[in-house]
């Protein structure tokens, strides 16, 4: 048994962070957590699989997508900065939503139809700094061409070497948001947000910037890219502006995603939905 067991270990593979830089082991690591897919599994269903959606369309899985891409070491920083207090913090089932119930009990900005905009900044017990690493740790991680895609290795995001390398020496510490890289975040006010995971994607505007979004249960993630973006986006975005905004609105479920992923086929993922109503895209 042992002999037999030590045939069937994989030997450790050997190869350059994409982080550090550094020739260390590598991980077989994620692009996003088994937590955010283990919220969204419906135990009562006959396929309790959470709907996940990628540029080839949805579909209903529990397999995390992986690719041996960090050392060690940075996978615990990209999980210590930010993953895990995400993990504690995002919308789980109905009432348990903690990031909004610290972010309502804060006076909003402004109101306006449905939307409030909060200074998450000031809000006691929400640490944005986490919040907002998680986001730009997940687009860097979409950005690498490490991710099994239809049977060969690639990005399900592409930001450009200088985009992606300013993000990658941000998540050291090494150098600030650069003026082109613009993060908004989005929160839902429905009493039970649309139940679905997705890996980042999007792509060019006619206006002549990018931008790419991701979302777990109750968040929205979006990043603006290039220098043609509209100045709303830089004086907004969540990591330069000192108020570090977090938009809380009631319109996040079928017609905010549908916008936001208007290229994406979701015409599977409505079938899905009305045969597991814990998932439907409507109220």
């Known amino acids: 048994m042992r002999n037999g067991y030590h045939r ?34 419906d ?14 369309g949805a579909i209903q899985t529990s ?24 993990l504690d913090n995002f919308w789980r089932e109905t009432g348990d939503f903690p990031l909004r119930q610290k972010l309502k009990k804060a006076e909003p900005v402004w109101t306006r139809d449905g939307k409030a905009l909060y200074k998450s900044s000031d809000i006691v017990g929400v640490d944005v700094s986490k919040l907002r690493y998680f986001a730009l740790s ?39 948001l650069g003026r082109n890289l613009s993060l908004w975040i ?24 990018r931008a790419y ?3 777990i249960p109750g968040l929205l993630f979006s990043l603006i890219v290039g220098a043609q973006q509209p100045e709303v986006s830089r004086q907004h975005c969540c990591v330069k502006s000192a108020d570090a905004p977090i938009l809380l609105t009631n319109d996040f479920d079928r017609s905010l995603y549908k916008w936001l992923f208007r290229g994406s086929d979701l015409t599977h993922l409505t079938q899905l939905s009305e045969r597991s109503p ?6």
């Open 8 to 41: 069937r270990m994989k030997p450790p593979v050997i190869g350059i962070c994409r982080l550090c830089k550094n020739e260390r082991q590598l991980q077989n690591s994620h692009l996003l957590s088994a937590g955010f897919y283990r919220a969204v599994s």
């Open 43 to 56: 135990k009562t269903s006959q396929n309790p699989h959470p709907i996940l959606l990628t540029r080839g």
């Open 63 to 86: 397999r995390q997508i992986r690719a041996h891409a960090l050392c060690s070491e940075c996978e615990q920083r990209l999980n210590n900065r930010g993953e895990d207090w995400v």
């Open 138 to 176: 997940t687009f860097w991680r979409a950005s690498l061409v490490v991710w099994p895609i239809k049977g060969t290795r690639s990005s399900y995001i592409s930001l450009g070497s200088k985009y992606a390398e300013n993000l990658r020496e941000y998540l050291l510490d090494e150098a600030e």
């Open 186 to 209: 989005w929160m839902s006010d429905c009493a039970e947000p649309l139940m679905m995971v997705n890996v980042p994607a999007g792509g060019k505007y006619d206006e002549g910037f």
């Open 213 to 215: 979004h991701f979302t």
């Open 278 to 283: 814990r998932k439907s895209l409507g109220r």
